[in-house]
Structure formats: structure tokens, C-alpha cells
């Protein structure tokens, strides 16, 4: 091997230095043939044979000097430089081809490397935690409960303790969230995780600085006030001192000890949340300000993840928790209820994972296929270059160069193009994932770290490009006769054939173009369904103050003065029309799946349940606020007071699912173990998401039903920003330690709204690609026809052809083309449903509005692609024309 | 130009090419340094022009061995006062030299009292 690396290095020296070795080589050879031939004419030949003996002895001289070159040098390498350095002038000098090219494959390969590096860090790479094959959440079988709260604390404590097929469970509630002060710093609002105090080490992460919380430190509830910080948290507030550890901090009043600070890149199990902060569940009352869940069998307040035991395959484990499940069912009936457990993979909020990857998977095909539609664009490109230059290449051939050759050299052309197509796209995507990074959403976001599989397949779309646009134009060429190139020029020799192969190329592009755009309009349809399905509220105008008095200790009867003091406050403000509280607003959590029953139910279980509902404490005016129509009965009134009979509004689901058609009004169910009667009914609306079907919702007043959180709703004719100065005076006056958040309510929707906007933006984009593709392919198309036949156009029109005549010469083919191209492109969109539906909710690309969008993008692309070439085909003058050559 | 990989062997086959080589160092073992016309002669008269190749092969078998550190080269003049790069033979070359024809040897006997026993069947 030594001997081989110090032959390859030799060569390489003589590579670098070939041209005086030649020169050496010469002279040697002519030495020897000048003794030759002295010795020839020393044994009697006449000096012209001995000379004519001597080469013949010697052999083709020639040939033995490339055999002499290829035995000392590097044979592929030096043929590469050649054909690189031949590839780049020849490049350098169309730099209009060039530059189109590169724009191509820069937009087709950016788009692509986008989409993956989104798909690598969202659903490739690994979670940043130790070993996490085998990390698992427990998951309920229905597609129901919250996103990520599936169990309650103490039936956590049971699985945790009865099951046998795990071999660590840990307990999460990401939702927390705290007033932070401490000396140092000033107050402001954190969110954070609440968890079991094995979580660390189940996940197997060690701290930047200081430790973790570990099992040992906890003794019952409220035995453990600490808090390790994010890394980001601790450079934001905490100057990034190193001595930070020991530090008391307060969360909503109680002081916690940070005992450590987690590494950078470690922020929990989920992929898109940035926790600042950990706390122990045991001390999740102090944390929490006062909400207790640890003792609360009813309330779904934790996530389940769990380790397997080596050997345990998770559908022994699913069977071990059903086991569990059922048994808890049967201890407590009122509040577990026996459903089927599931495990998932953590990190993507429980199942939304199904469809952020079916999201990705459909856009990465999406993609794939404008870069298919880029590739079938330069395919036609080089073919019409390599139809152009088939002089110059059947020269080459007819010099001696052989076929290979001459495929390499175009192949070598096309990958040149196609790296600095890629390098260029690889640029560009780098930017855009930095500012994806550097993006913050309130409803958390994704670092995408480009790792070498991101830059891997920027490399592969390159090639892969170069060859599958590459390969046919050179296979092409180099089948062409030399001599009939060189007679009949260009176009003639196989005219038929080339054209055939353009149009299929332009035909799938155009369909491929067509699928994209039909796509790109669902999407915006999608999107306008979005922002204009019935809410059940009217969030335009209206601003959002929320308010946690829980956290500052008030409860009961003083919380509600206060929060009646404040009301009056803001209604008295200037322009402002209504306002009201809710505990959450639609969309933004709150209770669900509260069971409801029958009067006259006397066991309390959940199978003797009627229904399940949302529940929504407010304040009258609140259902004012938010535009939800109240359609028969009264709002709540401050009047119904706790002592008074416990009253609701229902919504129109509710009062069918319980009553039917009889009127709601005056009827009476059982709610949280009490008996309510119903005094409103108000419209269905939405509550979770814009794609659930319609769900049952109680409304139950402040008044009787008292909960810490508050969120004012106040519907203004004022421009947000100075409605919101005027709320956070008024209500921060009021109640200055009360942190307070304001936003506007289509603000607060925006990540409800996330979904269709992201598929309107990612489809839009791809159909804008594929749209410039298109107008690029048909414009090239026709160009190109054009100037072929520009001496026929001319001959036509000498012979008197008419415009539309010539016109329909000239640009019929690429007109047709798109017409057959466009219908088949429906078609398939039409096909390609399910892959859409997977984006855009209620995907529907039969839509008559999509299908006419579609066929007018397609025609107006047409028409101004092809404008040009036909002008030009207008403005022949024969004359000119037959004069030429 | 053809594309030429790294096997194109300039002799005929592979074992013509090692044997050339062999004959390359083995005359310039025994003749002290030479140019590359005198080895092409001497191999000539050896063989006595069994050995049908072209001079011009030589040069390539030079190369090889150059780079193999096998022979060295410097310029010099020649009997009829004629510049000429005169080659001659290094250690390693010797050593070389030894081991391949040890080698070609014991292969020779081998071929050897193979074919004399197919002989006598």
C-alpha cells in the first residue's frame, strides 16, 4: 500500500509537472531514433529507409506518448481538469444560459433543502436526551384529551407504581408558568415544566453548571423548592453567572433555590417548546400559585413518558398499562375512565406528530416535484444547446475524440452547472433555516441545525439533477451522425426525434407546474376558509388582557370584587364598546371532556354520563364582548350569586345532545356533582381547532364559579396598540402585582391559524417556483422553435400566409402543449387529494373556483410566455431573410 | 486522446510486462547505466528478437520502474557523442532484481515439471 500511495504521489508530481517531462520524452525519442536510423545506414540503407526502419522499430510514436503520459500521470484527473476547464470556458461564454440554469437549480435544490432541513430537525433528528429509542409516551387510544395532559397525577402515581414493563416513569406538565422575581432582577412572566423528580435522570441529560433535581430530594409535596434554569433563561436573566447556583428565586411568591442550570442545546421532550425552567411536581402548588393538582383524580394534568425494559416490546407494555387502566377504573369509577392506552414517540405535542409528518412528507414531495419540473426545463435547455453546438461536437467526433468522451465532457457541463446550482441553493436555504431559527412564535419554534446530512443532500439533489438533465442531452449528442452535423448543420439530422423528446419534456412540465398550482390554490383557499369559518366569535377588534389574580393569593369573594372593579374600570375607558372575563378563551385550552348528567343520576360514573363539554367560567358581558350571539334566554348576570340557584349558557350542542328539540331554557343537568339550570343558549362556535367537529360548551358564571385566571376581552373602536397602552394603565393601577399579558385576539389565534398559514406560504412558494419554471419552459420552447424556423416563417409568409397562420406555426405546438399539459395536470392534482389533504385542511382540488384558478394561471402563463416568441415570428421579413446564407 | 486507465498495460499482457521489467533491470545489473536505445538493444540481441515489441516500449517500462525508485536517470552523452539520458539501476532495484528472480525461478520450475508431467502422460 505504501509503495502504491508513493506511486500516486509520484504521478501526481509528474501530473503537476508534466509538460517538461514531455519535452524531456522528446528528445529522448528522437535520440533514439536518430541512433536508430545511423545504425540502419551504417548496415547499408539509404538514408530515407533507414529512417522510414527506424520508426517503424520504434512503433507509433504518438501512441506511445499518450500511453507514456497515461503511465505517469493521472489519466482521469488530468481528462476531468480537461474537460472542467474546457466545461467552464465554454460556460463563460453563454452566460445567459448559465446564469438561467444556475437561477434554476438554485430555486429548485434551495427549496428542497429547506423543506429537508425542517424534516431533519423535526422529525429525523434524535430528541437531545440520552438513548431515545426507547423513550416513549403513554398516550390515550381515543384521539381525545389534551395535546400533551392525558393522566392525572395520583393515576400516574398508580401506573408508576403497579406497572411491571417499565423500567422509569416520569411525569410532566409543560404548562407551567410563573411570576419570576428575585433580588437581582425585575418581575416578569416565565414558562416553564413541572415535573416527577426522576425526569432527569430518566432522560439521562447532565447540567451545565450545578446538578439536577433527583427522586432523593423529594418528601411529599411541597418538600422540594428548587429550579434548574435554561441555558437561555440563565443568560437573559441571569447574566450567564456562573454563580447562580444557591440563588432563591420566587415564582408567583414562593421562593425556589436554583440548584443548576441545564446545557444549551437540552430544552425537555418536545421539539418546538423552549421550557425556561424545571420545578419538582411535588411543589407544583407553590409553583402554580395556589392550583393543586397532585391530589386531583379528575384533572388530566400530567404527560406520561416512560423507558421500556430491555426486551419489552411496547405492545406488551400497551397491554400492561390497559391492564392498570382498567383496574383503576374499577377502584375509581367517577373519575378514571378504563380508556385504552397507546404508546407514541415524545416530541412533536403527542399526536400532532401524525400530522406535522404527514405535513412534511407531502411538502418534500411537493418539492421534489418542482425540482422534477426544473430538471425537465434544462433538460429541453441542453438538448436545444447540444442540437446548437452539434457542429462543434461532430468536429470533436470526426477528429478522433471517441463517444465517451464526448458524454463525459457534456455530463461534466451539466454537473459544473448543476454543483453551482446547488452550492448557490445550499446558500440560500442556510439563510432562510437561520431566520426559521431566529424565529420566535409564541407558540414555540424549531432550531434546525444544519449537520452534514442537511449539506449530504444538497450534494445528491445536485448530482442527481446533473445527471437526470445531463444524461439524455449528452446521450443525444453523441448519437448524432458527425457527417450529417457537419453537412446539414444544425437542426435537420434527427429534428423528428430531438422534438418528440422536447415536447414529452415540456408536456410533463407543464403538468407537474399545473399539479403545483392547483395546490397552491387549495392551499389559499384552505386558508381564506380558515380566517373566514364561524368562530362562534368575532376576534377583529377586540383586545386581550390576561390576568393570573390566583397567583397573587386572591381567591373567592375578593378576587371577584376585583375583577368587578376592573370591569368597570375598562368599561369606562374611551371607545371601548364591551368588555367581559373569561378563565380561558376559545382555542387557547381550557377544561373539556367534563362529564355531564341526567337529573335523577345518582352514581356519578363516567359511562352514566350523557355528554361531554367544555367548560368556560365568565363574567356577564363577556359573551357581549366576543360577538357570540346569544340566541334564546339571558347572558349571566352579577346577580347570580353563589348563594342564588347555580345557573349556565349552553351552547346549541349542548342543549340538542341533552334535550333534543325541546327548548333548552329552564331545563336542568348535573355539572361537577351539582345541579344547574340552563338560563341562555348561545351559537356553536369553535374551540379547540378549526377542523373538530361541533362540541358541547357550558358557560358558567364568575360569579358562582370562581377561578384565579382572567382574561379580560374588550372590544374597542381604537387601534390596538392604544387601547392596549390604556389597559395595561388602567388594570397595572389597579393591580400593580398582578403580571398582566395583552395581546389582540387575532394575535392570539395566530397559532391556531399556524397550520393553514404555513401550508398557504410553503404551497404558495412551490407554486410560484413551478409557475417560473413554466413561463421559463414554454418561453424556451417557443423561442427556440421560433428561431429554427425562422427561414420557413419566412418562406411563409413571402408565400402570403396570414398572421394567425403564422403565429399558429410558430407557437401552436407550446399552446398545445399547455392545453394538453394543464388537463392532464388536473387530473392528477385531482388524484393526488389524499397527499393534499395531508396540508390543507378540507382539501378539495375538484373545487371549481381551484380548477378554473388553475386553468387561468395556466393560460396566462401561456400567453405570456410564448408573447414574445410570436412577436418575433410576426416581425420576419422574408426578404431579409432569404437573403441570408 | 483515449481514455486510458491505469491498467492499460503498454506490453502485451501482464506477465510480458513484468517480464520486461525484469529484463530492464537484469541488463542494466549486468551492463552498468545505459540509454534507453542501448537497453532496447541489448534486450534484442538477448531475446534475439523473439520478443516481437516496439522499441518505444521501453520508455514505458523506464517510467514504471522510475517511479517504482527501481532505476535512476541522468543526462549524458553517448558513444556518438549525443545527448541521452542514460539509466542505471538503484537498490532498491537490486534488491528487486534479487526477489524477482527468485521469484521467476521457482515459477519457471514450477511451469516447468508441470508441463514436463503433462508431457509424459
Known amino acids: ?885 | 486522446m483515449q481514455p486510458t486507465g491505469e491498467d492499460t498495460a503498454p506490453c502485451k499482457s501482464e506477465i510480458l510486462q513484468g517480464t520486461l521489467d525484469l529484463m530492464v533491470l537484469k541488463t542494466l545489473d549486468a551492463l552498468g547505466p545505459l540509454h534507453g536505445y542501448g537497453i532496447a538493444r541489448r534486450i534484442e540481441q538477448i531475446s534475439e528478437e523473439a520478443l516481437n515489441v516496439n522499441q518505444g516500449t521501453i520508455y514505458l517500462c523506464l517510467v514504471r520502474l522510475m517511479q517504482k525508485k527501481w532505476i535512476e536517470a541522468e543526462w549524458g552523452t553517448s558513444d556518438n557523442n549525443r545527448k541521452a539520458r542514460f539509466y542505471s539501476i538503484s537498490k532498491p532495484g537490486r534488491k528487486q532484481l534479487v526477489a524477482e528472480t527468485e521469484n521467476w525461478r521457482r515459477i519457471a520450475g514450477v511451469i516447468g515439471s508441470l508441463l514436463e508431467l503433462e508431457g509424459a502422460k
Open chain 1, 1 to 885: 500500500l505504501m509503495s502504491a500511495l508513493r506511486r500516486f504521489f509520484t504521478r501526481l508530481l509528474n501530473f503537476t509537472t508534466r509538460r517538461r517531462d514531455q519535452e524531456r520524452l522528446k528528445e529522448e525519442v528522437v535520440s533514439h531514433i536518430a541512433i536508430l536510423t545511423e545504425e540502419n545506414i551504417r548496415a547499408g540503407m539509404t538514408a530515407e529507409e533507414g529512417r522510414r526502419q527506424a520508426h517503424l522499430k520504434f512503433g507509433a510514436i504518438a501512441e506511445m506518448q499518450e500511453d507514456y503520459i497515461a503511465e505517469k500521470g493521472l489519466p482521469f484527473a488530468e481528462i476531468l481538469l480537461v474537460d472542467v476547464r474546457y466545461a467552464v470556458r465554454v460556460l463563460r461564454k453563454s452566460p445567459a444560459f448559465t446564469t438561467v440554469v444556475v437561477l434554476t437549480l438554485m430555486l429548485g435544490i434551495g427549496a428542497n433543502v429547506v423543506v429537508f432541513g425542517v424534516l431533519n430537525a423535526a422529525l429525523l433528528h434524535p430528541l437531545e436526551v440520552s438513548d431515545p429509542q426507547n423513550l416513549y409516551q403513554v398516550r390515550l387510544k381515543p384521539w381525545m384529551s389534551g395535546r400533551l395532559l392525558t393522566t392525572s397525577y395520583p393515576a400516574f402515581q398508580d401506573f408508576e407504581r403497579k406497572n411491571t414493563t417499565f423500567s422509569d416513569m416520569a411525569a410532566i406538565n409543560a404548562y407551567s408558568s410563573a411570576a419570576m422575581s428575585w433580588h437581582g432582577g425585575s418581575l416578569r412572566e416565565v414558562h416553564g415544566i413541572e415535573t416527577s423528580g426522576n425526569y432527569f435522570d430518566l432522560l439521562g441529560v447532565q447540567p451545565e453548571i450545578g446538578r439536577f433535581f433527583h427522586p432523593a430530594d423529594e418528601n411529599g409535596p411541597g418538600s422540594a423548592p428548587y429550579m434548574v434554569l435554561s441555558e437561555e433563561l440563565w443568560r437573559s436573566s441571569f447574566n450567564a453567572d456562573p454563580g447562580v447556583v444557591g440563588t432563591i428565586v420566587e415564582l408567583n411568591k414562593h421562593p425556589f433555590t436554583v440548584v443548576g442550570v441545564a446545557e444549551g442545546r437540552f430544552h425537555g421532550t418536545e421539539r418546538f417548546a423552549w421550557p425556561e425552567y424545571w420545578v419538582p411536581m411535588v411543589n407544583e402548588v407553590q409553583a402554580e400559585g395556589g392550583y393543586d393538582y397532585l391530589n386531583n383524580r379528575s384533572a388530566p394534568a400530567v404527560t406520561v413518558i416512560g423507558r421500556l425494559k430491555p426486551g419489552i416490546t411496547p405492545r406488551r407494555a400497551t397491554e400492561d398499562l390497559n391492564a392498570i387502566e382498567a383496574e383503576l377504573s374499577k377502584d375509581y369509577p367517577t373519575t378514571d375512565r378504563g380508556l385504552e392506552m397507546r404508546l407514541i414517540r415524545p416530541g412533536l405535542y403527542g399526536d400532532e406528530g401524525d400530522a406535522i409528518r404527514g405535513f412534511l412528507f407531502s411538502v418534500t414531495v411537493l418539492a421534489l416535484l418542482v425540482l422534477a419540473a426544473a430538471c425537465a426545463n434544462l433538460t429541453s435547455l441542453f438538448a436545444a444547446r447540444a442540437a446548437d453546438r452539434s457542429r462543434e461536437l461532430a468536429l470533436r467526433v470526426a477528429l478522433g475524440s471517441s463517444r465517451n468522451r464526448l458524454i463525459r465532457q457534456l455530463l461534466t457541463e451539466a454537473v459544473i452547472v448543476s454543483l453551482a446550482g446547488g452550492a448557490a441553493g445550499v446558500a440560500t436555504a442556510t439563510l432562510l433555516l437561520h431566520q426559521l431559527s431566529r424565529w420566535r412564535p409564541p407558540y414555540g419554534h424549531l432550531v434546525v441545525s444544519l449537520d452534514s446530512r442537511v449539506y449530504a443532500v444538497g450534494l445528491a439533489l445536485a448530482l442527481g439533477s446533473a445527471l437526470l438533465f445531463g444524461i439524455i442531452p449528452a446521450w443525444q449528442a453523441s448519437q448524432s451522425s458527425p457527417l450529417q452535423a457537419m453537412k446539414h448543420g444544425a437542426i435537420e439530422s434527427s429534428r423528428l426525434r430531438r422534438f418528440a423528446l422536447r415536447d414529452i419534456l415540456l408536456c410533463a412540465q407543464i403538468v407537474i407546474c399545473t399539479v403545483l398550482v392547483a395546490a397552491s390554490l387549495v392551499a389559499a383557499r384552505g386558508m381564506v376558509r380558515a380566517l373566514h369559518a364561524p368562530l362562534g366569535f368575532q376576534p377583529t377588534g377586540v383586545m386581550l388582557a390576561e390576568m393570573d389574580l390566583g397567583q397573587l393569593g386572591q381567591t373567592g369573594e375578593i378576587a371577584l370584587e376585583r375583577e368587578k372593579e376592573m370591569i368597570e374600570a375598562v368599561r369606562g375607558l374611551p371607545g371601548v364598546t364591551s368588555v367581559g372575563t373569561a378563565n380561558v378563551t376559545p382555542m387557547s385550552g381550557g377544561a373539556r371532556g367534563v362529564p355531564v348528567f341526567r337529573i335523577g343520576t345518582t352514581e356519578l360514573t363516567f359511562s352514566n354520563s350523557v355528554l361531554a363539554t367544555r367548560r368556560y367560567v365568565i363574567s356577564p358581558g363577556y359573551l357581549a364582548a366576543a360577538a357570540t350571539r346569544l340566541l334564546g334566554g339571558r347572558d349571566v348576570s352579577w346577580h347570580d350569586t353563589a348563594d342564588k340557584p347555580q345557573v349556565a349558557v349552553v351552547n346549541e350542542t349542548f342543549a340538542r345532545a341533552m334535550w333534543g328539540n325541546m327548548p333548552a331554557i329552564g331545563q336542568r343537568f348535573i355539572l361537577f356533582g351539582g345541579p344547574i339550570e340552563v338560563v341562555g343558549v348561545v351559537e356553536d362556535g369553535k374551540y379547540h381547532d378549526l377542523a373538530e367537529s361541533p362540541e358541547a360548551a357550558v358557560y358558567r358564571p364568575s360569579s358562582q364559579e370562581v377561578e384565579g385566571e382572567v382574561v379580560f376581552v374588550v372590544r374597542s373602536q381604537r387601534a390596538p396598540n392604544q387601547i392596549a397602552q390604556e389597559l395595561q394603565h388602567t388594570l397595572g393601577g389597579i393591580e400593580p402585582d398582578a403580571p398582566l399579558s395583552l395581546r389582540s385576539w387575532p394575535d392570539a389565534l395566530s397559532g391556531v391559524m399556524f397550520p393553514a398559514r404555513a401550508a398557504t406560504v410553503a404551497l404558495g412558494v412551490m407554486g410560484l417556483l413551478a409557475a417560473m419554471l413554466a413561463v421559463t419552459g414554454i418561453f424556451g420552447m417557443a423561442a427556440y422553435g421560433v428561431s429554427c424556423r425562422m427561414k420557413e416563417l419566412g418562406i411563409r409568409v413571402a408565400l402570403g400566409a396570414s398572421r394567425t397562420e403564422v403565429i399558429s406555426a410558430a407557437v401552436g405546438r407550446p399552446i398545445v402543449l399547455l392545453g394538453v399539459g394543464s388537463m392532464l395536470g388536473l387530473l392528477l392534482a385531482c388524484l393526488a387529494r389524499p397527499l393534499l389533504a395531508q396540508i390543507v385542511f378540507q382539501a378539495n382540488p375538484s373545487d371549481l373556483v381551484v380548477v378554473a384558478g388553475a386553468v387561468f394561471t395556466m393560460a396566462l402563463l401561456g400567453i405570456a410566455a410564448s408573447a414574445v416568441p410570436a412577436l418575433r415570428a410576426l416581425a420576419v421579413d422574408p426578404s431579409h431573410l432569404m437573403r441570408e446564407d
